[in-house]
């Protein structure tokens, strides 16, 4: 029964008051994705100003490499240094890894691991070097803010402007 309403459509509610509480949980749902949105959008926006500024990233992360033909056919993997992929440290954060477990199976597990953003404005973890936001744990707009934050506080140090 609805205290409300004094009626009942849902469980322990009229429907006057699911729909309310229905449409609040949506707005606040498209809040944080907007909210992450334009705070990743900061984020790729201010890694691009200070490559243009001459600030490249100043940490190596990962060798680039790509495919080369073979003289007799098939392909190789050879090293391309125009493909490295450099980051700046944007601190320690939670991110999951798939553990081999006994008999086959995998088990998640959860540790803290440095962080970067690519020059391109996406994130990554020591060890990979590429764009592994998926294995990120709670990587939602507060996560992008604070890395937005800790991005504009890397361009002042190099005297970049942000805005």
């Not at 680039?64 to 240094?81: A, I, L, M, P, S």
């Not at 803290?112 to 391109?120: E, F, G, K, M």
């Not at 590429?130 to 002042?156: D, N, Q, V």
């Amino acid at each position: 029964m609805c205290a409300s309403h004094q009626s009942q459509d849902y469980v322990d509610e009229c429907s006057e008051c699911y729909s309310a509480r229905y449409k609040a949980g949506a707005d606040a749902f498209h809040e944080a994705n907007d909210r992450t949105a334009r705070a990743r959008q900061q984020v790729q926006a201010v890694a691009r100003r200070l490559v243009e500024a001459g600030f490249p990233p100043d940490c190596f992360l990962r060798e680039g490499t790509r495919f080369k033909d073979r003289w007799f056919g098939g392909q190789k993997q050879v090293r391309d240094r125009s493909a490295d992929v450099y980051g700046w440290l944007v601190g320690e954060y939670t991110w999951r890894e798939r553990e081999a477990g006994m008999y086959g199976g995998d088990r998640e597990k959860e540790r803290q691991v440095r962080t970067y953003v690519t020059s391109h404005g996406g994130i990554t973890r020591e060890g990979t070097g590429w764009h592994s936001e998926g294995e990120l744990s709670g990587g939602g707009y507060p996560f992008w803010e604070e890395i937005a934050s800790k991005m504009i506080t890397i361009a002042r140090q190099h005297g970049v402007e942000t805005s």
